[in-house]
């Protein structure tokens, strides 16, 4: 498992659909969910620690857990399959330690309350984890080294690839949307 920071939430300007970016903490490798705007919105609330007149859904999840006695210790992004991101929410219960099935957003919306961290197996790093190289061209990390992506990985990613594309790699703290050059 590799720990990852909310790099930056953008807006895909020719969709409207909005993505998450993950960067590994240890390196130069980004990892773009595509996720609700209800979802965005609550992780981009939170992280710009805007004040909101009443709580939202992320904020009465952690407070049921919080009054059930359990303690968030971590959410992870453990699996990648069909094109769909799948997530755990850890929880300690009195020492006893629970993983709940969760949508990567909602437990993303809810790490960023409850100020924990944020895993990514290594192996849904490797399918969907993406770099640039010196030309702006995307490759696939792979252990030890960088490959290039196939033809058909290509394609299955073509969505990934045009977005991420679009991206200034260098600005992605910046406005949270996305520019086209």
């Known amino acids: 498992m590799r720990e990852v920071n909310i790099d930056s939430i953008r807006m895909s300007l020719m969709s409207y659909q909005r993505v998450v970016v993950l960067k590994e903490k240890s390196a130069d490798r980004y990892l773009p969910i595509w996720i609700g705007p209800a979802e965005a919105e609550a992780i ?3 992280l710009q620690q805007m004040a909101v007149q009443r709580p ?3 904020d009465l999840l952690r407070s049921i857990i919080q009054a059930l006695g359990a303690t968030v ?3 992870v992004v453990h699996d990648l399959a069909n094109e769909t991101f799948f997530a755990r929410i850890v929880l300690d219960i009195a020492g006893r330690s629970l993983e ?5 957003s909602d437990a993303l919306a809810l790490a960023v309350r409850v100020k924990v961290p944020i895993f990514v197996e290594e192996a849904v790093l490797d399918k ?3 770099i640039a ?3 702006g061209k995307l490759v696939s990390k792979t252990e030890p080294e960088a490959r290039q992506l196939s033809e058909e990985e290509l394609k299955r990613l073509a969505p990934f690839r045009d977005f991420i594309q679009s991206l200034d790699l260098d600005d992605l703290g910046g406005s ?3 520019r086209r050059t």
């Open 44 to 46: 981009a609330i939170q």
């Open 176 to 178: 949270g949307q996305s």
């Open 100 to 104: 709940i099935d969760s949508r990567p």
């Open 73 to 75: 210790q971590s959410v």
């Open 128 to 130: 969907a984890g993406v």
């Open 56 to 58: 939202l859904t992320h």
């Open 133 to 135: 190289d010196q030309d």
